[in-house]
């Protein structure tokens, strides 16, 4: 059993590693530089480009160092409000599954790595307090802006079970999704308006 937890702690930091020198690579290569550039890079996969861009979306959720609204833009603009949205909902969903699962499993030098101690000591006082942690959490999954990011490995440090999170990612990442396609599409519209 030993052996089995030492190779899937060593195949899980594999990929992390290797998703960091890909996320490193991506910037050097000014992918994420502008709005425009990272919707070329996703045109340029073909057919492949939806699959591509769920996993860079899922990439930008689990390392939250990367612009999350950048992808949202290009998803909307790519696939229309409709598929943008539920690619968007994909990426989204499994990446805050995986950032919990990450925390759960390895704790709190995970999340101060991927969160910064700064973040984690702000919400250290509401992991205390289950019940003041659910209904931040809960507020801050459904509303637009919030980090939703961080607060999914904060929450992995919690004793909130994996069923109660992903019921709430499930049902409050829709709406700030929608909000945030709605918004973009009504931006884009005037602007293409305007030429």
Same mark, same amino acid.
């Given at each position: 059993?030993?052996?089995?937890?030492?190779?899937?702690?060593?195949?899980?930091?594999?990929?992390?590693? &290797?998703?960091?020198?890909?996320?490193?690579?991506?910037?050097?290569?000014?992918?994420?530089?502008?709005?425009?550039?990272?919707?070329?890079?996703?045109?340029?996969?073909?057919?492949?480009?939806?699959?591509?861009?769920?996993?860079?979306?899922? &990439?930008? !959720?689990?390392?939250?160092? %990367?612009?999350?609204?950048?992808? @949202? !833009?290009?998803?909307?603009?790519?696939?229309?409000?409709?598929?943008?949205?539920?690619?968007?909902?994909?990426?989204?969903?499994?990446? @805050?599954?995986?950032?919990?699962? %990450?925390?759960? /499993?390895?704790?709190?030098?995970?999340?101060? /790595?991927?969160?910064?101690?700064?973040? %984690?000591? /702000?919400?250290?006082? @509401?992991?205390?307090?289950? /019940? =003041?942690?659910?209904?931040?959490?809960?507020?801050?999954?459904?509303? #637009?802006?919030? #980090?939703?990011?961080?607060?999914?490995?904060?929450?992995? %440090?919690? =004793?909130? *079970?994996? *069923?109660?999170?992903?019921?709430?990612?499930?049902?409050?990442?829709?709406?700030? &999704?929608?909000?945030? @396609?709605?918004?973009?599409? !009504?931006?884009?519209?005037?602007?293409?308006?305007?030429?």
């Amino acid at each position: 059993m030993k052996n089995k937890d030492k190779l899937i702690n060593i195949i899980t930091l594999s990929i992390i590693l &290797i998703i960091i020198m890909f996320v490193i690579y991506m910037f050097k290569q000014g992918v994420f530089s502008s709005t425009k550039s990272f919707e070329n890079y996703i045109s340029s996969f073909g057919i492949w480009e939806v699959a591509i861009f769920i996993v860079i979306q899922i &990439i930008q !959720v689990v390392i939250p160092i %990367l612009p999350s609204t950048i992808g @949202s !833009v290009v998803c909307i603009i790519l696939f229309g409000p409709i598929y943008g949205f539920i690619y968007n909902y994909c990426a989204i969903c499994i990446g @805050s599954s995986i950032n919990f699962l %990450l925390s759960k /499993k390895y704790g709190t030098e995970l999340v101060k /790595k991927m969160v910064g101690n700064t973040k %984690l000591e /702000k919400y250290l006082n @509401s992991i205390n307090n289950q /019940k =003041k942690f659910d209904k931040i959490f809960t507020a801050a999954i459904f509303l #637009p802006g919030a #980090p939703d990011d961080y607060l999914c490995y904060i929450a992995g %440090l919690t =004793k909130m *079970r994996f *069923r109660y999170f992903i019921s709430i990612i499930l049902l409050g990442k829709p709406l700030s &999704i929608a909000i945030y @396609s709605i918004g973009i599409t !009504v931006i884009f519209n005037y602007i293409k308006s305007l030429f």
